[in-house]
């Protein structure tokens, strides 16, 4: 018997060729338990914030720093381990930019051995690196995407012209070229229509979508591919037309865009508050009715499938195809259940002691893509809607300016400040994405109003949230510390500055400025942890720094421990900060 298409590929990559899959269907409604009796209560829904889904993303975060990756995985795990709030001077990372930087060296990009796929998650990790040197090297692989998309609009392998397209590899295409476009490269308008037609010319008369479709579909659907065809779709209808098929505006965050130096230029007949990042070349020709009931056909399709058997050979890549669907679509719910909660709970149960997710693609690819879906890293591309996208919230990724990310801030004073005050008890207990969004705003607004007495009287509460195990809690009780102006949570704030998530020790680091009234910070050091340049590759001792990162932690502790020492008033005296040694004071945290 023949081998499957690409076996070797799937033997020696993550290359993830569907080949046995069994749809969705249980993972959505029969994987876990049932109450058994009357007496039973449903547990909470998982969120990015619960507990348990934040000790999985920690848990895999280890194993991916830790373990070998071959170059095909490792833009992968890059990229990955930086949505998932990893900075620059993470290892893994800096390899990975390393190794495509490389293969964009001079004016042409050599792709990895997955081709189409390599390119695309290339171009993922170049722009969520945010580097606007990486800018050419973005235009050298969204010109090979373009090179490589075949005349009917679909992608392939190269050099292969017996198959009529593929549907994984065609949604990969349209994601790479999505990448680009967000770090303000431009994409010829006919690219989006191409693979906007391709996908409707293989819709099958179901709806769905199979893996290696013909001319006119007629092929077997998989719940797989029918969700990388709907995210394909609606990548294009959000570039070309900006919302949703339901109505729904989605809208690019504005930061990413400005870090490549893009200046949100209006897109043709767009209102002005909906600006994308990037203007469409031309306008597009496509019919917005027909686009939208291929949509909605997918849709219900997916649906449909959601109703059979349990997935098998690539549940961590056909979860991460659901997160990119439902962040595009702005689902809540699939076949009437909660796709997260769902797959979050699916991903703990399997996730194998050593932090890791195996399934057909490879440990470290299928880790990497479960991690992508847990931290929700396709929503925390667009902006906050009064809810919280993205990794740990959302407040971590897509944007550091705390303040610009949180909306519909109260305008009373009063409510402000009552409002405040529930939020920052409400802090301190397990909520939802929504409800931590509320609070933050909440928080937010009660100093854009110039209320910050009364957050000044909830200090001991700010203290106790600096230490809290969220990331996203610690970071906005940072960013409120700061705004108090005190001198009291100095030292909490120095600790801070050695948080485990680049973002908090950067919040931190702010707030310390903002109390000192130091806006370029002290002992011209980088406010931004990710931004430190290495001064000298080892301590006085002889041990080296083991990143950047490490050696701006030790430099902005001890500067700032000296400050505070300095201007502390008589009643701070006389603590454990003047016992021993300065240079000591790298307080582990939490």
């Not at 709806?207 to 779709?233: C, R």
Request: proline share 5%; glycine share 8%.
């Amino acid at each position: 018997m023949a081998a499957p298409p690409f076996q070797h590929l799937k033997d020696s990559g993550w290359c993830p060729v569907v080949l046995k899959w069994l749809t969705v269907g249980c993972f959505l409604i029969t994987s876990f338990p049932q109450a058994n009796s009357a007496d039973d209560k449903p547990s909470a829904k998982l969120t990015v914030q619960s507990r348990e889904v934040q000790t999985a993303i920690k848990r895999a975060r280890t194993f991916l720093q830790t373990s070998a990756d071959d170059q095909a995985s490792l833009a992968l795990t890059g990229y990955a381990l930086l949505k998932s709030g990893s900075d620059l001077s993470d290892k893994k990372v800096a390899d990975a930019l390393a190794d495509v930087r490389k293969r964009c060296g001079g004016n042409r990009y050599l792709p990895a051995s997955h081709h189409i796929y390599s390119a695309a998650v290339d171009a993922m990790l170049l722009e969520a690196a945010g580097d606007l040197s990486d800018k050419p090297s973005l235009n050298l692989i969204a010109d090979y995407l373009i090179a490589q998309q075949k005349a009917h609009g679909g992608w392939y392998y190269p050099s292969q012209t017996d198959i009529y397209g593929d549907t994984s590899i065609s949604q990969y295409g349209v994601l790479g070229l999505w990448a680009a476009y967000r770090a303000g490269v431009t994409i010829p308008t006919d690219a989006w229509e191409g693979a906007a037609r391709w996908h409707q010319q293989t819709q099958n008369a179901d709806g769905g979508s199979g893996y290696h479709p013909t001319a006119t579909g007629a092929t077997e659907t998989k719940a797989t591919m029918t969700a990388a065809a709907g995210g394909s779709l609606q990548v294009v209808r959000l570039i070309l037309f900006g919302k949703t098929a339901a109505g729904k505006t989605r809208r690019l965050d504005a930061s990413i865009g400005k870090r490549f130096g893009v200046l949100e230029p209006v897109r043709p007949e767009a209102p002005p508050e909906e600006n994308q990042a990037v203007v469409v070349v031309r306008p597009t020709r496509l019919e917005l009715s027909v686009l939208d009931a291929s949509i909605d056909k997918n849709f219900r399709a997916l649906e449909r499938l959601a109703q059979r058997g349990m997935p098998a050979d690539f549940p961590c890549y056909y979860l991460y195809a659901i997160e990119r669907y439902a962040a595009l679509s702005a689902k809540e719910e699939i076949a009437g259940v909660d796709w997260y909660d769902a797959g979050a709970r699916w991903l703990i149960q399997n996730q194998a002691t050593d932090g890791s997710w195996r399934d057909s693609s490879g440990l470290s690819p299928a880790t990497s893509l479960s991690l992508l879906f847990l931290g929700k890293a396709t929503e925390s591309l667009f902006k906050r809607e009064g809810a919280a996208p993205g990794v740990g919230g959302g407040i971590l990724v897509g944007g550091r300016d705390l303040a610009a990310q949180l909306v519909d801030k109260p305008k009373d004073p009063k409510t402000s400040a009552e409002l405040a005050d529930q939020a920052l008890k409400s802090l301190s207990k397990s909520l939802s994405d929504q409800d931590v969004a509320k609070a933050q705003a909440a928080i937010v607004a009660q100093f854009q109003l110039g209320n910050r007495d009364d957050l000044v009287g909830k200090l001991d509460l700010l203290q106790r949230l600096v230490k809290d195990p969220r990331d996203e809690i610690r970071r906005t009780a940072c960013w409120a510390l700061g705004k108090t102006g005190e001198l009291e949570p100095v030292p909490l704030l120095i600790e801070r500055l050695s948080d485990e998530n680049s973002d908090v020790a950067f919040e931190a680091s702010r707030a310390l400025c903002t109390i000192a009234s130091e806006p370029a910070g002290i002992a011209g050091l980088a406010i931004d942890p990710t931004r430190h340049t290495l001064r000298r590759a080892e301590r006085s001792n002889g041990t080296r720094y083991r990143s950047p990162r490490e050696e701006w932690q030790e430099l902005s502790t001890k500067a700032w421990l000296d400050w505070y020492l300095t201007h502390r008033p008589a009643s701070m005296r006389n603590d454990r900060l003047e016992v021993g040694p300065r240079d000591r004071l790298v307080v582990p945290p939490n």
